[in-house]
């Protein structure tokens, strides 16, 4: 049996309008998961490796490939919320750095088997991210569904370059924009 280990997602950069409206939205045509508030840290290295406390659990995890593709191999492993400053311990021990810390609230439902997060990140922005878990060999039909249910919502994609830039920006700005200096 094919492991669904394979995390698609795409996802768009919204107004504040339209975070408002796609939550009472969604409140309706989909069921609520949760609502979280997420801290999250990127560690530096040649991998995706980050570390996450939010209001249910705590977990560190690697997503393999490059930050802001549309398909990526993802290994996740959930601990104690207590736990997480002695993760960030253990990871400062091996040698990694933050480079970037990330502030969210999220607000999460279930749409037709796809997970929709909408986001407000401190001092980056209002997102929309559709995500499904698949198997390898199903990436390419997921990523064509989400793109369709993006449309339906009448959001258009925010292309990649836009993605890698403010990320950048942010990264290379987070402690000053956040008044963490």
Same mark, same amino acid.
């Given at each position: 049996?094919?492991?669904? &280990? *394979?995390? %698609?997602?795409?996802? +768009?950069?919204? +107004? ?14 989909? $069921?609520? %998961? ?9 560690? $530096? ?8 406390? &939010?209001?249910?659990?705590? /977990?560190?995890?690697?997503? /393999?490939?490059? *930050? ?17 400053? !002695? ?7 091996? =040698? ?8 969210? !609230? ?7 088997? *796809?997970?929709? $997060?909408?986001?407000?990140?401190? =001092? ?10 698949? +198997?390898? &060999?199903?990436?390419? /039909? ?6 369709? !249910? ?20 942010? #990264? $290379?700005?987070? #402690? /000053? ?5």
């Amino acid at each position: 049996m094919p492991q669904n &280990n *394979i995390e %698609v997602e795409i996802r +768009s950069f919204i +107004s504040p309008r339209q975070y408002e409206e796609l939550i009472e939205f969604f409140k309706n045509a989909a $069921s609520f %998961v949760n609502e979280d508030y997420q801290v999250t840290y990127y560690f $530096s290295g040649e991998q995706d490796l980050r570390i996450q406390k &939010n209001n249910f659990f705590a /977990k560190i995890w690697l997503k /393999k490939g490059r *930050i802001h593709d549309e398909h990526r191999e993802e290994i996740e492993i959930r601990f104690e919320r207590d736990s997480f400053d !002695k993760m960030e311990a253990a990871l400062f021990a091996l =040698g990694y750095e933050v480079e970037v810390k990330w502030f969210r !609230k999220r607000v999460t439902f279930d749409w037709d088997d *796809i997970m929709v $997060s909408i986001d407000f990140t401190e =001092g980056y922005g209002y997102i929309i991210e559709l995500e499904k878990m698949c +198997s390898k &060999n199903g990436k390419e /039909k997921a990523g064509e569904e989400l793109k369709l !249910k993006m449309k339906e919502l009448g959001i258009e994609l925010t292309p990649r370059e836009i993605f890698e830039e403010r990320f950048q920006y942010y #990264k $290379s700005n987070w #402690k /000053k924009i956040l008044g963490m200096n």
